[in-house]
């Protein structure tokens, strides 16, 4: 796939306005589509939410919808392999070009990559939580347990999904929801629910990174939520180049020197390595 004329100009451009600067990446469900894993708002897609946290924590047959659903497409995304956006930015981390990357995604796929530097601002999807003892576990234990308890439940691959692994299945109503091993406690996905806010102590530290950075660079993402928009109003207000790489309209079209419409895969080696 080449590049238009008008993403080859703010490829260009933006690779003049980066060069010598040290980069904090903002990433988001856009860079693992060609993994695989689909987005929620992509271009022609009637845009959807997950279960919020109220709704989870709120009844024992939402538990039930969301872990009978999770179930199946935790098993895709686990499968997932990183691409050549996740590629091309370890690679830039690699050479220096990176100073840190932020991601909205939960899929770990950048760590899959080589990437080091990263912060997860959603957490992640394969560790679960307990959310009494805050013990953690890991989200195939909770799979084997799944499968003990629901015996005749079954794993269909082929039914529609979102990044958070929430497949369009419906829980039966003898479906049973292990407890906590240790407590007995509610388990729910160590990842931010719509509605949950993200750990004060992780915003801060990735502000941290942002106050280090001398330009942000925003790949994959709408910036729909607040979570992802925080730093690019954080960077404008600092004064700091916001460039874009995505497919569609982001929330911070404005705000940024140069928006590439551009899937990340092709742009991002493009634009962070010579």
Same mark, same amino acid.
């Given at each position: 796939?080449?590049?238009?004329?008008?993403? +080859?100009?703010?490829?260009?451009? &933006?690779?003049?306005?980066?060069?010598?600067?040290?980069?904090?990446?903002?990433?988001? /469900?856009? !860079?693992?589509?060609?993994?695989?894993i689909p987005d929620y708002r992509g271009e022609g897609k009637i845009e959807r939410h997950p279960m919020t946290f109220d709704v989870f924590?709120?009844?024992?047959?939402?538990? #039930? +919808?969301?872990?009978?659903?999770?179930?199946?497409?935790?098993?895709?995304? &686990?499968?997932?392999? =990183?691409?050549?956006?996740?590629?091309?930015? &370890?690679? /830039?981390?690699?050479?220096?070009?990176?100073?840190?990357?932020?991601?909205?995604?939960? %899929?770990?796929?950048? @760590? @899959?990559?080589?990437?080091?530097? !990263?912060?997860?601002?959603?957490?992640?999807?394969?560790?679960?939580?307990? $959310?009494?003892?805050?013990?953690? $576990? %890991?989200?195939?234990?909770?799979?084997?347990?799944?499968?003990? #308890?629901? *015996?005749?439940? @079954?794993?269909?691959?082929?039914?529609?999904?979102? *990044?958070?692994?929430? #497949?369009?299945?419906?829980?039966?109503?003898?479906?049973?929801?292990? *407890?906590?091993?240790?407590?007995?406690?509610?388990?729910? *996905?160590?990842?931010?629910?719509?509605?949950?806010?993200? =750990?004060?102590?992780?915003?801060?530290?990735? $502000?941290?990174?942002?106050?280090?950075?001398? /330009?942000?660079?925003?790949?994959?993402?709408?910036?729909?939520?607040?979570?992802?928009? +925080?730093?690019? +109003?954080?960077?404008?207000?600092?004064?700091?180049?916001?460039?874009?790489?995505?497919?569609? =309209?982001?929330?911070?079209?404005?705000?940024?020197? #140069?928006?590439?419409?551009? =899937?990340?895969?092709?742009?991002?080696?493009?634009?962070?390595?010579?």
């Amino acid at each position: 796939m080449t590049l238009s004329e008008a993403a +080859r100009f703010g490829l260009d451009y &933006a690779r003049e306005q980066l060069a010598g600067k040290s980069i904090l990446v903002l990433t988001g /469900a856009g !860079v693992s589509t060609e993994s695989g894993i689909p987005d929620y708002r992509g271009e022609g897609k009637i845009e959807r939410h997950p279960m919020t946290f109220d709704v989870f924590m709120g009844t024992e047959a939402a538990r #039930a +919808r969301y872990w009978a659903r999770s179930y199946v497409g935790w098993s895709v995304i &686990a499968n997932a392999k =990183p691409n050549g956006s996740h590629f091309a930015l &370890a690679r /830039a981390e690699s050479l220096g070009r990176i100073l840190h990357i932020i991601t909205q995604n939960v %899929d770990s796929l950048h @760590q @899959q990559a080589g990437s080091k530097k !990263v912060t997860e601002l959603h957490g992640r999807l394969d560790k679960v939580i307990c $959310m009494s003892c805050r013990a953690l $576990m %890991d989200r195939l234990e909770m799979d084997s347990w799944i499968e003990k #308890a629901n *015996p005749s439940i @079954q794993k269909d691959l082929t039914v529609e999904f979102t *990044p958070d692994g929430d #497949a369009e299945v419906e829980a039966t109503a003898d479906f049973v929801i292990p *407890p906590c091993p240790n407590c007995g406690g509610i388990l729910k *996905p160590d990842v931010v629910f719509f509605g949950e806010s993200v =750990p004060t102590e992780r915003v801060a530290s990735t $502000m941290e990174q942002l106050e280090k950075s001398d /330009a942000l660079l925003v790949a994959g993402s709408s910036l729909t939520v607040n979570s992802g928009m +925080r730093f690019a +109003r954080a960077a404008n207000k600092a004064g700091k180049p916001i460039v874009i790489v995505n497919v569609g =309209p982001t929330k911070a079209d404005e705000l940024a020197i #140069a928006k590439i419409e551009a =899937p990340t895969s092709i742009a991002l080696e493009e634009l962070l390595i010579d």
